[in-house]
């Protein structure tokens, strides 16, 4: 009996060590799981961590190398416009095509006052070149209306390229500071130059085809493109509204005209041109007077009675822009004399939405000083003026 107890205490005895040591390995086991576990999460997290860093670093190529590249934009009314990223260049280019159908209701079509007829007013390729950022602008323009239109000659040997300009944009160094621009043929559309006529309407943007300085026809002026050295402020801030003003030494005053290749000059006499535009209130954000404007600008020079390019004449016409205008009065070429001559316009326009109403005047002033051979009418003089209204109902930026 003692024996079979014996046996039985040491059985339970082997069992319990068994128990027990079976424990510590079993424990051993789970950490090591949860070690590798551990291990294994620490290696996903940097894997994880190194693929959003590549991620980010990809990202990062991309948003550089789509920075790099040139932009393109287009803008209705002034083209495609290609910039560098960095604003180091640009280049604009636009093509402009007015074709006018002129009705000269019952009109002589043996004088030019035809009826139904296509005049392609404007068919001009541009190009417009911007470095360091705008500050310098050299534009260039191809004519291809000039040759037939210019002279009425279907075999003329007239230059294409009429429209041409360079400047200097002074103000970015200083808003007060002035604009340098010198052109062969400068103009609003072609170089941005401040008007002759203020308060005017170009046929680039109206329907109306007869101007003020087209009605008083003063050949010593130069009004639409000028061959010109220009010193120009642009709204310049005053009060509630700003102004602008420019200086044009006219260094193409004795040259017969772009549309002649430049080639007719037979003066040393230049011209000298003054121009005041005033907005009075258009920073004052009122619907009611911000799209007032008014100016008055001043053409003077020296005639030169040897030069037959300048022509000093002046006539009163009445008609159309270009095709079937009517000579109602014409001094002829050989009939004033020398002296000053001045030529002053003055307008005052009022825009209320699409609506825009203005008013013009113009005086030509020649001192007709008698010089051989030339006989004097005595102190020619001219004026005229005008007042009219548009209602715009469509440009190429939307209706009104």
């Known amino acids: 009996m003692k024996k079979l107890l014996g046996l039985a205490a040491l059985g339970f005895l082997l069992s319990a060590f068994v128990i027990l040591a079976a424990v510590p390995v079993r424990a051993e086991s789970m950490d090591d799981k949860i070690q590798v576990l551990e291990q294994e999460l620490a290696r996903l997290k940097a894997e994880q961590a190194r ?3 590549e991620q980010m670093e990809i990202k990062k190529e991309a948003t550089a190398a ?5 932009t393109f934009t287009y803008r209705p009314g002034r083209g495609v416009t290609i910039e560098a990223a960095d604003r180091a260049w640009s280049m604009e280019t636009n093509f402009a095509l007015m074709v006018v159908m002129y009705n000269h209701l019952e009109g002589n079509d043996a004088r030019g006052a035809t009826t139904g007829d296509l005049h392609f007013r404007r068919n001009r390729p541009m190009w417009i070149f911007n470095f360091n950022n705008g500050f310098y602008e050299w534009g260039t323009g191809l004519d291809l209306d ?3 239109q210019a002279t009425g000659s279907t075999n003329a040997t007239n230059s294409i390229q009429q429209n041409q300009w360079f400047k200097v944009r002074f103000q970015q160094m200083n808003p007060y500071f002035p604009e340098f621009q010198l052109g062969d043929n400068t103009s609003g559309p072609y170089g941005g130059t401040l008007s002759q006529a203020p308060a005017d309407r170009s046929s680039h943007s109206s329907a109306i085809l007869e101007s003020l300085f087209d009605m008083l026809a003063d050949s010593d002026s130069q009004e639409l493109g000028r061959r010109a050295m220009h010193l120009i402020w642009r709204n310049i801030p005053v009060g509630q509204g700003d102004f602008s003003f420019s200086t044009e030494y006219k260094i193409g005053a004795g040259i017969g ?4 290749n430049n080639q007719l000059s037979d003066t040393d ?6 121009l005041l535009h005033v907005r009075p209130f258009s920073r004052s954000k009122n619907f009611w007077t911000e799209g007032l404007v008014t100016g008055v600008t001043l053409q003077t020079s020296s005639l030169d009675t040897r030069s037959s390019v300048k022509g000093r004449r002046l006539r009163v016409n009445a008609g159309f822009e270009r095709v079937g205008a009517q000579s ?3 001094t002829g070429t050989t009939a004033i004399g020398g002296g000053n001559h001045q030529r002053w316009e003055t307008g005052t326009g009022w825009r209320l939405g699409p609506y825009w109403i203005a008013a013009q005047g113009i005086w030509s002033r020649y001192e007709d000083k008698a010089e051989p051979p030339i006989t004097s009418l005595k102190g020619v003089s001219g004026n005229a003026w005008r007042i009219w209204h548009e209602l715009f109902l469509w440009s190429p930026k939307g209706p009104l």
């Open 257 to 260: 005209g772009s549309f002649a």
């Open 51 to 53: 693929a959003t860093r």
């Open 328 to 330: 109602i009065l014409d």
């Open 269 to 274: 006499r230049k011209e000298l041109g003054l």
């Open 66 to 70: 789509a920075a790099a590249l040139p």
């Open 146 to 148: 000039t040759g037939q």
